[in-house]
Each structure stands twice: as C-alpha cells, then as structure tokens.
C-alpha cells in the first residue's frame, strides 16, 4: 500500500489506539468496540481503513472476524520517516 494511505489511516487518533490495542494480540471486531464511546458502524469503518492501508488483517472465525496488526508496513514506515530525518549509522 502506499505511504499517502498508511499516514492517513494512523492520523486519526481512534485509529492509532486500536493499533495500541492490537499490538497486545489479536482481537474481535466486538472486543474492540467495547473500548469506545463510537458505534459499532464507525469502529468498523475505521478497521477498513486500517485494512485497506494494509495494517491489519482479518481472519473469519465462524461468525467472529479477529483482526491482528501488520507490523510490516509501520515498519516500512518508520525507515521512511528514519531516511527522510536524516538518521543514518554512516553518519558517525
């Protein structure tokens, strides 16, 4: 996915929490509904934005979807961000 995606999936700041959430393991869509004061609608769009700039993924279990977070794509991004601040070990 591209970068323009990534950064804005992780701008909003509900986004941000469920990646702190699912850093600790996988989790049901309703799991993570329970820690919000927003719908179930909303807490599901913002599962597909994270989805679609491909920092989760989901498994269907029966009738639960589990979702788990894509460490890949932070990573990516942090040597993105690392590269364009200019911190480079052939610097020293």
Known sequence: MGLQQTLKA?????RREILNMLKRGRMSAGEIA????????????HLSVLKEADL??????GKYIFYEMNASVLE??????ADLKGDHDDDK
């Open 10 to 14: 992780l701008a909003d700041p509900i």
């Open 76 to 81: 990516e991004t942090i040597l993105w961000i």
């Open 34 to 45: 329970e820690h919000f004061s927003v719908t179930a609608p909303s807490i599901s769009r």
């Open 56 to 61: 989760i993924r989901d498994t269907r279990e």
